[in-house]
């Protein structure tokens, strides 16, 4: 006859064991239903498409009307005053632009835009070929403006020489009729072709340009004939009394 080695455990072992299992069913349901809940969600969001940024949309085939152009000289550089037998170099002091000024999007060209201005204020033709519209330097931005800073040698006697340089700026705002019916409206700013030139801060000026008055300003005294448009002052000890 054989033995039977099973034992029983006592009833408040019983209680805990039952309790412990209980507790660990709940447990694991209460994971399985938070599981089934939020695993739809997971996996549409891991199955759903990126959204893609918008690019812009170029601008094609469309018409410009130019408004409000101005054409304005600038001065661009000026050296200081200077004495005989010297040379100064200019020193600059704004610098023009070649830049389109549009809304974030609207897929506007800016060497094409630069263009169609060109061609408004007669620095460009309509027969222009492809190679004369590559290499207009109004209509494009990649070439910017370069100050010659070599200066003016002084000759004689002359002391007070200064040397000026400007460019003419082109400013106008646009409305673009695009291909696809859309409408854009900015600016647009370039620059003609430069020039210089030379006053005497000793001398007054006479039929000066706005350029020219500006260069004085700036390198010569306010008390010189340049600025003041008569004769130097003498010094105060060479005045004479009655």
Not at 21 to 27: E, N
Not at 65 to 91: C, I, M, N
Not at 160 to 188: I, K, P, S, Y
């Amino acid at each position: 006859m054989s033995e039977d080695h099973r034992t029983t455990a006592p009833p408040g072992l019983r209680r805990a064991l039952v309790a412990a299992v209980a507790a660990c069913l709940v447990v694991g349901a209460a994971s399985f239903v938070v599981g089934r809940s939020t695993a739809p969600e997971t996996a549409a969001a891991a199955g759903a498409e990126p959204v893609a940024r918008q690019s812009a949309v170029p601008c094609q085939g469309g018409t410009y009307t130019w408004f409000g152009v101005r054409e304005e000289p600038l001065l661009t550089g000026v050296s200081r005053a200077s004495q005989k037998g010297e040379e100064t170099p200019l020193a600059a002091v704004a610098r023009p632009r070649k830049a389109v000024d549009a809304p974030r999007g609207a897929g506007v060209d800016t060497r094409r835009t630069l263009y169609s201005l060109a061609l408004h204020i007669g620095e460009a033709e309509l027969d222009d070929g492809d190679a004369d519209k590559d290499s207009l330097a109004f209509a494009d931005p990649s070439r910017p403006y370069d100050l010659d800073d070599g200066g003016v040698e002084v000759d004689g006697d002359g002391v007070g020489t200064v040397e000026w340089a400007e460019v003419t700026t082109v400013t106008g705002q646009f409305r673009l009729e695009c291909g696809d019916g859309r409408t854009v409206h900015g600016q647009a700013e370039s620059w003609t072709v430069d020039g210089a030139g030379v006053l005497d801060c000793q001398e007054p000026l006479t039929d000066a340009t706005s350029t020219a008055r500006d260069a004085a300003l700036l390198a010569c005294g306010g008390d010189e004939p340049a600025n003041t448009g008569g004769k130097p002052e003498a010094p105060e000890g060479a005045r004479k009394t009655s």
